[in-house]
C-alpha cells in the first residue's frame, strides 16, 4: 500500500496535520457527492430524549442521530419518532425487545423474533423510514449472549431479509464487531446479503486503536459488511481518566481517549455512522455517579464536540445496501 492511501483518512477528515491514520485497505465504495455526512451520536440517552434535550445536544455535541429500544410502536409511531422528526435528528432502533422474548431452551429462536418484529408492519412507522427520520433497525443488541446457541449468519442474514420485507428501506445491522461475526456459508461466497452493517465499539482492552480499526474493516468488507464505528466511551478506557466506568472494576474514556481513539476510527473511509455507548442522564455507573454528569465535564465535552466535526466532515457512505434482485426465471426449453 502506498503513503497516500495511509494518510487517506486523516487527510480526507482535515484533522491539521496529516499524521498517520489507520492502514485500511482503500474503500471499493463509490464516493457518494452531494449527500450528508454519516450521522454521529450516541446509544441510550435517557433523561435527554425530549426536544429540549435533543436540541441540546445537536447544539453542543453536532449529534444527529440517536440509537435507541422499544417494542411498542403505538409511542414509537406517535411520540418518539415525530419529536425526533421535529428535531430533525434521525433514529436507529431495536424493536424487538431483550433476549428473553426469543430465546427458548436457551436456544436463539428465530420464530419468535420474527413474531415480535411482526406488528411494526403497518404500524405507521414507515412513513418515517420513507422521509428519513428512522434510518436503522437493530436487529439484535449483543448477538453472542445466548445461554446455548447464538444465533449463526443464516440466522442473521434472514433476519435482515424479514425485516427488509416489512419495513422496506430501512438499513439493518447488529451489534457485534465484524471479527467476532459468524461467517456465512460457502452458497453465500463467505458474505451477507441482507444484512447491512455492524458496530465495531472500541475500548482500550482491544489493543492499538490503529490495528484494531483497519483489521475490524477488512474484516467487515470481506463479509460485505458496512461499518459503523464508536467508542465504549462508558466502559472501555484504560484508567488514565481515573473515573470508574459503568461496571465495576472498568473504567470510564478522558477527553484525550476520546479524541486520540476517534480520530483514528473516525478516518476509516468505509465508517457510515459513529456511535458512542452512552450518554445517560438517569442511569448510574458502579462508583453511584450518573454518565452525562461525568461527560458534562468542560475537557469532556469539548472532546466529544471534536469528535462530532471531524465525523461531519467524512465524505457520504451509504449503508443500505441495493435491494437483492430475484433471480431470472428459467426459460423453457424449445422443442426441436
Not at 435507541?68 to 436507529?92: E, F, N, Q, Y
Request: charged share 20%.
Amino acid at each position: 500500500m502506498n503513503l497516500g492511501a495511509l494518510l487517506l483518512g486523516a487527510c480526507v477528515l482535515g484533522l491539521g496535520a496529516c499524521t498517520p491514520a489507520p492502514a485500511v485497505v482503500p474503500s471499493a465504495l463509490p464516493v457518494t457527492v452531494g449527500g450528508p455526512p454519516p450521522p454521529y451520536g450516541f446509544w441510550g440517552m435517557n433523561g435527554h430524549l425530549s426536544p429540549a434535550g435533543l436540541d441540546d445536544l445537536s447544539k453542543r455535541f453536532r449529534l444527529t442521530i440517536f440509537q435507541t429500544a422499544t417494542a411498542d410502536p403505538s409511542w414509537a409511531v406517535h411520540t418518539l419518532l415525530p419529536m425526533a422528526r421535529a428535531s430533525g435528528v434521525k433514529v436507529t432502533l431495536r424493536t424487538t425487545a431483550d433476549h428473553s422474548a426469543y430465546t427458548t431452551n436457551g436456544d436463539f429462536d428465530l420464530d419468535a423474533w420474527k413474531a415480535r418484529l411482526a406488528p411494526w408492519a403497518g404500524s405507521g412507522v414507515q412513513a418515517f423510514i420513507d422521509d428519513g427520520t428512522l434510518v436503522g433497525h437493530m436487529l439484535l443488541d449483543d448477538i453472542a449472549n445466548f445461554d446455548r446457541r447464538d444465533p449463526d449468519a443464516a440466522d442473521l442474514d434472514e433476519m435482515a431479509r424479514y425485516s427488509k420485507e416489512l419495513l422496506p428501506g430501512l438499513m439493518t445491522y447488529v451489534r457485534q464487531k465484524a471479527s467476532a461475526m459468524p461467517i456465512p456459508g460457502d452458497t453465500s461466497g463467505g458474505r451477507y446479503v441482507y444484512l447491512d452493517a455492524c458496530v465495531n465499539q472500541y475500548k482500550s482492552a482491544e489493543g492499538s486503536v490503529t490495528s484494531y480499526a483497519a483489521s475490524e474493516a477488512a474484516q467487515a468488507r470481506r463479509l460485505g459488511l458496512g461499518i459503523i464505528n464508536g467508542l465504549n466511551i462508558a466502559n472501555g478506557g484504560d484508567g488514565s481518566s481515573g473515573q470508574p466506568g459503568w461496571g465495576a472494576g472498568r473504567h470510564a474514556m478522558s477527553a484525550s481517549e476520546i479524541t486520540d481513539y476517534g480520530t483514528v476510527l473516525s478516518a476509516v473511509p468505509e465508517c457510515g455512522m459513529f456511535l458512542n455507548w452512552e450518554y445517560d442522564g438517569e442511569e448510574r455507573w458502579s462508583d453511584g455517579t450518573v454518565g452525562s454528569a461525568y461527560f458534562n465535564r468542560p475537557d469532556l465535552q469539548a472532546a466529544l464536540a471534536g469528535l462530532g466535526a471531524r465525523v461531519a466532515d467524512h465524505r457520504p457512505v451509504p449503508l443500505l445496501k441495493p435491494p437483492v434482485k430475484p433471480p431470472p426465471l428459467a426459460q423453457p426449453e424449445m422443442l426441436p
